[in-house]
């Protein structure tokens, strides 16, 4: 265990349901973020939110939306999804943005699989 | 952030030291040495940090050139379970959170 803690641990959704992955972290850090994985790619970011503030969206499509209610919690809200978006999705936090002095942890990920 | 480069795959005899190579030529003077491994399935994990000196911790050490323009990570006593991807990464860090992953290096630890 990380301190960082995602869950569902795996999932899977139609093209036209709704779901939400959840990511939760304790360790006090200000900084949250969402990556994908996709198969044998490197990680991409998605969204960046520092003091509950989103301060980065990488061109990720609407069928993506984030949500930061509070400093310890970080969902994605999942719809309409398309095949191609079946990868791991990892939640980070760090201290401050950035990661300067401690880097990032991350959680042990969603695996979602759209069919 | 400065790109790195990395070698695909490495092997390395269970116990002996494994050395990870990365070359990052054109890192700026501001520019920290990260690395994380990913084991496999799970989320990356931060291993060290360093900007010029070398750095030690529980989990390896970090040797710096002194131009900066690579660096070398060192598993002292690998085990199977130290088999992962591992993540060499340039970053100013604060103010700059596009912590860029590239494909990094597969290292299998052989029993």
């Known amino acids: 265990e990380t301190g960082v803690t995602q869950t569902p641990r795996h999932l899977v959704m139609g093209m036209t349901n709704k779901k939400s992955l959840k990511c939760e972290q304790h360790?006090?850090?200000?900084?949250m973020y969402w990556y994908k994985q996709s198969a044998k790619k490197p990680l991409e970011l998605m969204f960046v939110?520092?003091?509950?503030?989103?301060?980065e969206n990488n061109s990720v499509p609407s069928r993506f939306s984030p949500e930061c209610p509070n400093s310890s919690h970080l969902f994605l809200h999942l719809h309409t999804l398309q095949p191609e978006d079946s990868a791991l999705y990892l939640c980070?936090?760090?201290?401050?943005?950035?990661?300067?002095?401690?880097?990032?942890?991350f959680g042990s990920g969603t695996r979602l699989t759209v069919v | 952030d400065a790109k790195t480069t990395q070698p695909p795959s490495m092997d390395c005899a269970e116990g002996r030291a494994a050395n990870l190579p990365c070359n990052h030529s054109?890192?700026?003077?501001?520019?920290?040495v990260y690395w994380y491994r990913q084991i496999h399935s799970q989320g990356p994990q931060y291993i060290i940090h360093?900007?010029?000196n070398n750095e030690t911790n529980e989990m390896a050490s970090l040797i710096i050139t002194e131009d900066r323009k690579s660096s070398t990570l060192i598993l002292p006593h690998a085990t199977l379970r130290d088999t992962a991807v591992y993540y060499c990464?340039?970053?100013?860090?604060?103010?700059?959170?596009?912590?860029?992953f590239g494909k990094g290096t597969k290292l299998s630890v052989i029993p």
């Open positions: 980070a936090s760090s201290q401050d943005i950035g990661g300067a002095n401690q880097g990032y942890t």
């Open positions: 360790l006090g850090h200000n900084a």
């Open positions: 939110y520092s003091l509950e503030e989103r301060v």
């Open positions: 054109t890192i700026s003077g501001n520019e920290y």
């Open positions: 360093g900007l010029k």
């Open positions: 990464i340039v970053s100013s860090g604060a103010g700059s959170y596009q912590l860029t």
